[in-house]
């Protein structure tokens, strides 16, 4: 990691020094821009200072750059969020949202033949929407007895009693956003033309 730190820093003076050319300025210039001593500066370009965070980001800001790309910072890591599956009740629950609070997004899968075959109804506090990925999904939410093919979506108050299951022996995907009581999925929909 030091090695890293080191070579990104030694690579900054020449890195300001690019900059400066591109945009036609002298030292002098930039020394007016920033307030940042001539001397400073040279020294920064040339090597002999090491920088500081007080020095970079008034160069920043006078050449209109980043950070990052101000010092060309190495890539931070892989963005990409992993989290884990939970499996429960014969089903797969992959959470797509790690923040605590607000409106929570889930994938989930029912496998065919799962064990989830006889509804045994649940009731908690919250506001629940559903769409089907693929697969036909068995939805009973209070009297209604559903099946929702891939494309279709379902919301209701999870107060009102409610069970999800595969439709039939192929297995379903569906996306699930919950929320506490009183937060629900805004959705807007193109009417249909005639």
Known sequence: MDLDLDQTLDGVGPRLRELRAQRELTLADLSTQTAISVSTLSRLESGDRRPTLELLLPLARA???????????????????HLKPIKAHGMTMLPLTRRAGGIQAYKLIIPARSARQTPELK??????????????????????????????????????????GAADERGVEFLSLFGRQ?????????????
């Open 63 to 81: 050449y209109g750059v980043t950070l990052d790309e101000l010092v060309d910072a190495p890539p931070t890591g892989d963005p990409r969020i």
């Open 123 to 164: 009731t908690h506090e919250g506001y629940e929407w559903l769409y089907v990925l693929d697969g036909n999904l068995r939805a009973v939410i209070g009297g209604h007895d559903l099946i929702l093919a891939a494309g279709e979506a379902a919301e209701f108050d999870t107060r009102v009693p409610h069970w999800f």
């Open 182 to 194: 009183g937060e629900r999925a805004h959705l807007r929909a193109r009417p249909k033309r005639g």
